[in-house]
């Protein structure tokens, strides 16, 4: 629900009206309320209320920010603070965000619109506001130190900008960077087109990857972690956590991903070709574009993609690094695929009651595990379709293209009935025969005469 307070209250804008803005300075008294959300659900796109027309963005997870008009300046006010964010049912994560959540609310304006932005520090720290990518006056660009003075805790700071080209922007800190961005802050800034029917998509789905590294049982990212992360996530959220992206058939679509984790993530599209129409820098000429089903946003990057949603199913969209659509897990596992552990089971299980021999034919089974974990923690692998374990975690979604869905219907319409005879099925006609391999080779196969078995304490992870 979002709070709005006073934000659009008639004594508000009565005050606002009041104050003359002729030197772009804001009346103290004139700060805007600042809307908080407390729910990690996606919140229907808010269509602008006043001023230029356009297609709001689809926050995945999340929601757009309220303003304000106070003469010809769009007014916004963000709130930096602690937030608990549900990375998924069944974990929180103790963040530090925007306005009740992480990522922070996206931002939406247009093309020429003059944007005064409030920002007030509730952190124990101070902070800035960077917002990558845009075009402003050099002391609006939000770097502590060098633009700017830091935002000490219990400051407000007014930035106050043109906004000088369309497109997908991010904001963030320029302040503790390490710090601050591994505990959540960021969010998108949307400038749509002053021509509404410029690059005009049906569905404009935004989302913003970071990732985290939360020891199972905890709940605050240990922010010194430079690339061994345990959580990877689209808008503070793991599979199957994540919204499903809907989209009627036929529909233009275009997704604005950006990458503020601490590595690349080549993002993967089923059963569509996409082009990649926009970067941080802008859009792409048409003639420049090449057909792809997977792109690779680095750190720091944002891309665009679009594509007509033609083909009805549930089609998985996710990042193609495989530790990256997995949740919490311990790579100082041993591998032990063709491992035959049942004698060794028995004698582990002397030692530890209850031991489970896993992995000796993949890790599959862990998928539909229910296995003890320690309070707050995610599974690894989880997850599931109407035909069973899905089996991945993290940076995983689905992408639903049905036929006849009213525009801006963003409503989960279920799982995809598959027309009749249009599902991968069991061979039923008989035994299959061994196929004829070259002359087996000699395997020189030893047997070791006994096991010599080691119990160690568990330790953490090792992450990825
Ligand atoms: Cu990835």
């Known amino acids: 629900m979002i709070s709005r307070r006073n934000f659009i209250g008639s004594s508000g804008i009565a005050l606002v ?33 006043s001023g230029p027309d356009y297609n709001p963005v689809a926050t995945l997870n999340g929601w757009t920010l309220p303003w304000r008009m106070n003469g010809d300046w769009k007014e916004f006010h963000l709130v930096a ?59 609006m660009d939000g770097v502590g130190g060098l633009t700017q003075p830091h935002i000490e805790p219990g400051k407000t700071f007014v930035y106050e900008f043109q906004l000088q080209r369309p497109g997908t922007f991010m904001y963030h800190p320029h302040a503790d960077e390490m710090v601050q961005m591994a505990m959540g802050m960021m969010g998108f800034f949307v400038v749509h087109p002053r021509d509404p029917q410029f690059m005009r998509v049906d ?45 009627g058939k036929g529909e233009r679509v275009r997704i604005r991903i950006g990458n503020l ?24 000429r048409p003639e420049a574009r090449w057909p792809e089903v997977t792109v690779d946003i680095a750190v720091g990057q944002m891309r665009a993609i679009e594509f007509v949603a033609d083909q009805p199913g549930d089609w998985a969209f996710h990042c193609h690094k495989s530790h990256h659509t997995m949740n919490a897990m311990g ?65 995983f ?10 525009h801006g219907d963003y409503a989960d319409p279920g799982w995809f009935k598959h027309p009749e005879g249009s599902v991968a099925y069991e061979w039923q006609g008989g035994p299959v025969a061994e196929p004829a391999r070259p002359a087996a080779q000699e395997h020189s196969s030893t047997t070791p005469e006994e096991t010599t078995l080691t119990v160690r304490k568990p330790t953490g992870h090792s992450g990825h």
């Open 17 to 49: 009206s009041a104050a003359t803005v002729v030197s772009g300075r804001a009346q103290a008294a004139a700060i805007p309320e600042a809307a908080i959300q407390d729910s990690p659900a996606m919140q229907p796109p808010l269509h602008p209320p």
């Open 81 to 139: 603070e602690p937030v608990i964010r549900q990375l998924a049912p069944g974990m929180k994560a103790h963040l530090w965000g925007y306005n009740g959540q992480s990522p922070g609310p996206t931002i939406e304006a247009v093309e020429g619109e003059k944007v005064r932005i409030f920002v007030t520090n509730k952190l124990p720290e101070h902070t800035t506001v960077h917002w990558h990518g845009q075009r402003l006056p050099n002391g």
């Open 203 to 247: 569905r404009d789905f935004v989302f913003l990857m970071n990732a985290y590294d939360i020891d199972p049982g905890s709940y605050v990212p240990k922010v010194n972690t430079m690339l061994d992360f345990n959580l990877w996530t689209w808008n503070s959220r793991a599979f199957p956590g994540i919204d499903h992206l809907v989209a």
């Open 261 to 284: 984790t601490m590595t690349n993530h080549p993002i993967h599209l089923h059963g569509h070709e996409f082009e990649v129409t926009g970067t941080d820098g802008g859009w792409v």
């Open 331 to 395: 790579h100082t596992v041993k591998t032990f695929i063709g491992v035959d552990k049942r004698d060794l089971a028995k004698k582990i299980a002397k030692i530890v009651p209850g031991y489970m021999p896993m992995g000796s034919a993949g890790m599959a089974d862990m998928g539909a595990m229910e296995m003890a974990l320690p309070d707050n923690t995610l599974p690894m692998m989880t997850g599931f379709g109407p035909f069973g374990p899905v089996e991945m975690g993290g940076m």
């Open 397 to 406: 979604s689905v992408l639903k293209v049905r036929e006849g869905l009213g």
